[in-house]
């Protein structure tokens, strides 16, 4: 080949590739685009005032395609299906307690994407951002609205090269005192102090502003753990149980619970525990949920499944009886105000 | 590129010698002199491709979790038996491409199948198949190594091989620093659109692959008979493979045999056990020197910056004072960044030191160590070489990560960190007495 076919043969491959390249980014833009319209038969939103204060209704990030995607939005606890109003505040996770929010966020900049989790008030204002290390995936806040944690994924800090880690982290919203990392916590395993590289924690669920249980990992195996702010000592309690929430009254954690014999992509099942007999209970949601569910009362939690556009909200009876129902499409991270 | 363009009859004979001189007059700029086309264009390639694989690399973690929904933790299970796995490859890769003298054949299979993983990506939506694609991009990885760094040392003349080396390794880790720039640009475009990542992401391996095909010199290299031409005649030694006889596996691991090159194989993996890898030391840098959570992701970034900048430089000057001593100074760099880490200190500049002593690790012995055993190993069984030593390093690598990772556990940070510190300081040391004495060219 001479050098002349061989440049000829770089000029029209370069233009085939960067045509092929150009296509593919101007589809995935204007898909991107669509999703700002809104689909018909989606529920009706408007904009209008969200408050974490009041009483009756649930807040959560509105997934229904058009001009209001991923906004917080506000429906009333009896009507949770019907009509959204939405607040200019996007969240990729959120929670609300007792007038305080949590909204975990993505920033884009020039060379990558930035996280923030900032704390809001009871009308969305942000009083607080502290910037995180990975991509959100839990939050939680006590039910005084004092404290408030999340957890995040962080890509390539193992020695193993791709895996992944995840990091928890804890604020007190009076103080603004912040635990980056529970990682900084004593761990009591079985009774003896416990040290090691790989470990992971995530999932927390408040009980009070000073204890809280979450989800401890280390070498392939999951535990409970139950967590005292004070002491800075994470204590385990038993094995497999995973992103817990704990009952308005504090007796039951529900969580998702590894199941043997379950297809490798969908190995969670729901579960509840109760904390004084430490008896589980098989939900009857027979699907795998990879969610931390939130209690919507005393006897029935809500959690997230990949539905049409973005997750459907469903709910099942705590105590094992029952069946799961659909309570609104295209909608995630519910929290009950009041 | 086009000045890569040669004669049927060059183009086949890329041998030590000669190919850096007749290039020569041809380059542009007094910098990149004695840099042969050749060099050049596998250094684009990896630029490349590069460019192209760390696009995958940023967007994935994201991808998993907000474009997928899934929970990715246990993703790297499969990891740890793949590094291992994947150092056979490499040794594959070098016998393979020794065996029919073939580097570019087996070099374009190497890159074309990490190309054809990128598509996959479309495809799969688990993660048991999204690793098993990276697992395939990596053994693309594995095969195309030992052959791409033969014919860098091939092309460039004993004199200037560690430059060569050098600029190769700056335009491989600059496309890594463009990659995720790319990616973000994408995404900045066409908001969750991963599957226009992933195109890109092709289109751009595609191209590398094309640039290799089209601009650098393959075929059939000629037997090389032992001769005065420099570093390919037969090294020091019993010379095993001095005569060219027909390539198998036991004349590649008859190369062991070579004082030269068995004292490399041993010193690169003994050094190999002591360093601690890359998310340690950064996981270092956070815990004990108090990085904030925004800025960790941002560390690999500072090594990558200071290796980009001091490859050539360290290149050329382990060309002038020597490989070894350069692949020696590398690791005392190394040792440094360890006490640093050790150390009480508290100082706003201590990670940035820090980094830039890791970078000039990395600069000062990633491409240098090829450089140094090509010397030691005869030109027909160059790649077969280069892969030993390549490998031993790695799996040394890999088997202190494990093991640092376990003894974290048992003694803490600080501990293991002093441990393996006086443990890359006397293989430091004993590597400084093995290789004393004048290095092969």
């Not at chain 1, 609205?145 to 800090?157: I, R």
């Not at chain 1, 009362?297 to 990949?306: F, K, N, P, R, W």
Request: with cysteine.
């Amino acid at each position: 080949m001479t050098a002349r076919t061989r440049l000829i043969t770089l000029v029209v491959a370069v233009a085939v590739l960067g045509t092929v390249a150009f296509a593919s980014v101007m589809r995935a833009s204007h898909r991107a685009g669509e999703r700002d319209t809104a689909q018909p038969g989606g529920p009706p939103i408007s904009a209008g005032a969200v408050s974490l204060a009041g009483a009756g209704r649930m807040v959560f990030r509105n997934m229904a395609w058009g001009p209001y995607r991923d906004d917080l939005v506000s429906v009333p606890v009896n009507d949770p299906g019907g009509a959204r109003v939405a607040a200019p505040v996007r969240c990729l996770r959120f929670y609300a307690a007792a007038g305080t929010g949590v909204c975990l966020r993505k920033e884009d900049g020039p060379l990558q994407e930035t996280y923030f989790a900032s704390i809001l008030d009871s009308r969305l204002r942000t009083l607080h951002d502290f910037p995180i290390a990975g991509i959100p995936t839990r939050t939680r806040v006590s039910p005084s609205g004092h404290m408030a944690a999340w957890t995040v994924f962080v890509g390539g800090d193992s020695y193993a090269g791709s895996d992944f880690s995840t990091r928890t982290s804890i604020v007190d919203t009076r103080t603004w005192a912040l635990t980056p990392s529970l990682e900084t916590y004593k761990i009591i395993k079985e009774g003896k102090p416990y040290h090691a590289a790989d470990v992971n924690f995530w999932g927390v669920t408040f009980a009070d502003d000073g204890h809280f249980y979450a989800t401890l990992a280390t070498k392939g195996q999951t535990y409970l753990v139950h967590g005292d702010v004070a002491a800075q000592t994470l204590t385990t309690m038993r094995t497999n149980v995973e992103c817990p929430s704990l009952s308005p009254d504090g007796t039951r954690l529900v969580f998702k619970k590894r199941v043997p014999g379950a297809d490798p992509d969908e190995p969670w099942r729901l579960y509840a525990l109760d904390l004084k007999t430490m008896e589980e209970t098989p939900l009857a949601e027979s699907r795998s949920v990879d969610d931390q569910v939130v209690w919507s009362d005393e006897h029935t939690v809500m959690y997230g499944l990949a539905g049409d556009y973005g997750d459907d909200l469903w709910s099942v009876p705590a105590d094992g009886t029952g069946k799961a129902a659909r309570v609104a499409v295209a909608a995630l991270n519910p929290a009950f105000i009041g | 590129m086009y000045l890569a363009d040669r004669g049927p009859t060059a183009a086949t004979a890329p041998t030590d010698a000669d190919q850096g001189r007749t290039d020569r007059a041809a380059q542009p700029g007094r910098a990149l002199r004695a840099i042969p086309a050749t060099v050049l264009a596998l250094g684009t390639v990896s630029l490349i491709t590069d460019v192209s694989s760390e696009m995958v690399t940023a967007v994935l973690p994201l991808y998993v979790v907000a474009g997928l929904g899934l929970s990715p933790l246990g993703f790297g299970v499969l990891d740890g038996v793949y590094n291992g796995v994947s150092g056979l490859v490499r040794l594959f890769g070098g016998h393979l491409a020794d065996r029919g003298r073939r580097h570019k054949a087996v070099a374009v299979a190497g890159y074309g199948l990490s190309a054809l993983c990128k598509p996959l990506l479309l495809f799969v939506h688990t993660l048991p198949l999204i690793s098993g694609v990276l697992a395939l991009d990596r053994t693309g990885k594995g095969i195309r190594t030992a052959p791409r760094d033969a014919m860098i040392s091939l092309a460039s003349t004993p004199e200037n091989r560690g430059r060569a080396f050098g600029v190769h390794r700056a335009m491989d880790t600059g496309g890594a620093l463009l990659g995720p720039i790319v990616a973000f640009l994408v995404l900045g475009m066409a908001a969750d659109g991963y599957d226009a990542v992933f195109t890109v992401s092709f289109c751009i391996a595609a191209l590398g692959v094309l640039v290799l095909v089209l601009f650098v010199p393959g075929g059939r290299a000629p037997a090389v008979t032992a001769g005065p031409a420099g570093a390919d005649a037969a090294p020091a030694g019993d010379g095993a493979a001095a005569a060219s006889p027909p390539v198998t596996l036991r004349s590649a691991l008859a190369l062991l045999r070579i004082p030269d090159v068995r004292r490399l194989t041993v010193t690169a993996t003994l050094l190999g056990l002591t360093t601690v890898s890359d998310a340690f030391v950064y996981l270092m840098v956070q815990h004990r020197l108090g990085i904030s959570e925004r800025l960790f992701p941002l560390l690999p970034l500072g090594t990558a910056f200071f290796f980009l900048v001091l490859a050539m430089p360290l290149g050329v000057l382990a060309d002038r004072v020597g490989r070894r001593r350069v692949f020696l100074g590398g690791h005392v760099a190394l040792l440094l960044a360890y006490g640093l880490l050790l150390m009480p200190l508290h100082n706003d500049a201590l990670p940035f030191v820090v980094l830039a002593l890791h970078g000039t690790f990395y600069a000062a012995t990633d491409g240098v160590l090829p450089a140094a055993a090509a010397g030691a190993v005869p030109a027909e069984l160059r790649a077969s070489g280069l892969a030993l030593i390549g490998t031993g390093q790695a799996l040394a690598r890999f088997c202190c990560s494990i093991a640092f990772g376990a003894a974290w556990t048992v003694i803490g940070d600080q501990a293991v960190l002093g441990i393996a510190m006086a443990g890359l300081a006397v293989c430091a040391g004993w590597a400084a007495y093995a290789l004393r004495g004048p290095e092969t060219a």
